[in-house]
């Protein structure tokens, strides 16, 4: 695609729901990033995939959080037994590879109420 | 640790005065230091990608500058569609993040 795509764009979940949230990245891009921003905040880093493997995951805050990209492509982000601190914008972004510029999406705004 | 500090938080110009964002960094090792525009509800969008100390980049009004220790973000007569939060990342050689700053919110009143 012509840029990231990440769906659903918005999402209202109960206190302990699980969610997935996915993203497209660019056509070609081996890298992706997953990264949360919280309000008059800086994006903060989650999770770094290299191909299909989670090459670096230290940004994940807990265990409730897991990302799979299974295909080397779409990406998925999984949150379970979701908390109200959970609530924030979930940003994509993709690359050519790590040396590279990253792009990112519009978000995945999530409200946990 | 790595870290991005912008400063202001926030800037209040008129629209025509022109003025620099502050980007500095601590990372091991820079292998690219990013600026990005951020408009409320919408993702970040990508202006410049900074690779050494010395180099400079320009986009209409904007230029971004890196020293081996800050970068910045001049803005020349600023227009109100300037308005905006402007983000900078900084990526090092110790691993794959990308450490992004707080951001500096800037409003161009007209």
């Known amino acids: 695609g012509a840029g990231v795509s990440q769906t659903p764009s918005n999402k209202v979940t109960e206190k302990g729901k699980y969610v997935e949230l996915r993203c497209d990245p660019i056509?070609?891009?081996?890298?992706l990033y997953w990264y949360r921003q919280s309000l008059g905040q800086g994006p903060e880093f989650l999770i770094y995939f290299q191909g299909t493997g989670a090459a670096d995951d230290s940004g994940l805050p807990n265990d409730r959080f897991f990302a799979v990209r299974p295909e080397g492509s779409v990406s998925t982000l999984k949150i379970q037994r979701t908390e109200r601190g959970d609530s924030a914008v979930y940003l994509c972004?993709?690359?050519?590879?790590?040396?590279?510029?990253?792009?990112f999406g519009e978000g995945s705004w999530l409200t946990v109420v | 640790e790595d870290q991005v500090t912008q400063s202001p938080e926030a800037l209040r110009l008129q629209e025509g005065e022109s003025s620099s964002l502050n980007c500095s960094y601590t990372v091991s090792g820079l292998r690219g230091l990013f600026w990005y525009r951020q408009d409320p509800g919408k993702g970040p969008e990508f202006l410049f990608t900074l690779y050494s100390a010395g180099e400079e980049k320009e986009k209409e009004r904007l230029k971004a500058t890196l020293t081996k220790k800050e970068s910045f973000l001049h803005i020349t007569a600023p227009k109100p569609e300037d308005s905006a939060t402007y983000l900078c990342a900084a990526a090092g050689n110790r691993d794959d993040k990308i450490i992004f700053g707080k951001g500096t919110r800037l409003h161009i009143l007209p």
């Open positions: 972004a993709s690359s050519l590879d790590r040396r590279n510029t990253i792009y």
């Open positions: 056509s070609g891009h081996t890298a």
